[in-house]
């Protein structure tokens, strides 16, 4: 179960969803019982009922900045810019006046270190350092670059999202946004969230359900794929996280009261079990998390999770794999497969409890 090839799957590339499902909550959810084994099919609303009435629901409140950006070299050749730090180049504009991180370059010819670069409304940009296929990158416009930003940058949709047609996009500002996103940062939205509808939320916390919001910075990182064969090896990314004292009560509160800890994401589960003490309780604060969770890790405080369905070989794909057998879990994609789910970032979920 430690080799990259156990975690291999066969997707048809017509399963990978392109667009979104037209209402967030009516895509499917696949439900694994890990108790009974039992495999159901639901519709995403019917988290309704398949929820108990005093469960928390830890939610990432993450949002994705429009981190692509479009301009040309000194010698004019086209290039596109992808800020993968996002709260790293915050933190250095707060401190020095200037946006500047680590970013990917897709260019005819890489810039080397010193170029310059010319984005739209007349943005410079300065390459800092060459680190590998990694750029450090100052932009040179100061304290307007957030400004710049949100009114010239796209939203980085994950690259197995392939459209012929560019128009079918233009709402993705928007559907690739859960609803409860409000802390910027994240290059990649935690698409676990996106079905939850603001009326879907009302009726859960009509049912007694409550709600915990965590922040954690998905970075590009997470498609990134594995490149040992032994899984141990693997070095996964470091991702910004922030956990409020309000957040931290609720949750120790639910396990003080022997209530379930449902994660929305593997991005939750990854901050919550990174924060838990052996208990299960945690803390309030701030870091980075650079957790890696495969089979063999022993969960401390998530007793429940919402998630998507996972790229082969993926570190979200072994995740889920340590929270319920690896075999299940195969054996419950090729269900998926079998019954026609969509599958990825705009895909369908599962309920694994």
Known sequence: ????????????PQKIAQTPCKNR??????HLDRNSGIVAHHQFDDILTLLKDDDLLVINNTKVVPARLFGQKETGGKIEVLIIDYAAG???????????????????????????????DTVEARVEQVKGNVFEIRFLNGDKFSDFLKK????????????????????????YQTVYASNEGA???????????NSLMADLKKKGIEFAPITLHVGYGTFVPVRVQDIR??????????????????INRAKHQNRRIV????????????????????????????LFIYPG??????????????LPESTLLMLISAFYSREHILDAYQEAINKDYRFFSYGDAMLIE
């Open 263 to 290: 994660a929305v994401g593997t991005t939750s589960v990854r901050t919550l079990e990174f924060l838990s003490d052996e208990t299960g309780f945690v803390t309030a604060q701030t870091g980075q998390c650079d």
């Open 90 to 120: 915050m933190k250095h504009l707060e401190k020095t006046g200037f946006f500047q991180c680590d970013c990917l370059v897709k260019a005819s010819k890489s810039p080397k270190k010193g170029a310059r670069l010319y984005l739209a």
């Open 187 to 197: 290059v990649a939205a935690p698409t676990a969230g996106l079905h939850f509808t």
């Open 297 to 310: 890790y022993t969960f401390k405080c998530v007793d429940a999770m919402i998630t998507n369905f996972h």
């Open 152 to 175: 010239s940058g796209k939203i980085p949709l994950p690259p197995y999202i392939k459209r012929e047609d560019p128009s079918s996009g233009q709402t993705d500002p928007d559907d």
């Open 25 to 30: 909550s009516n895509s499917r959810l696949l």
């Open 233 to 250: 090896e693997h070095q996964i990314h470091s991702e910004y996280f922030s956990l409020s004292k309000d957040s931290s009560d609720k």
């Open 1 to 12: 179960m430690f080799q990259l090839s156990d975690y291999a799957y066969d997707l048809p």
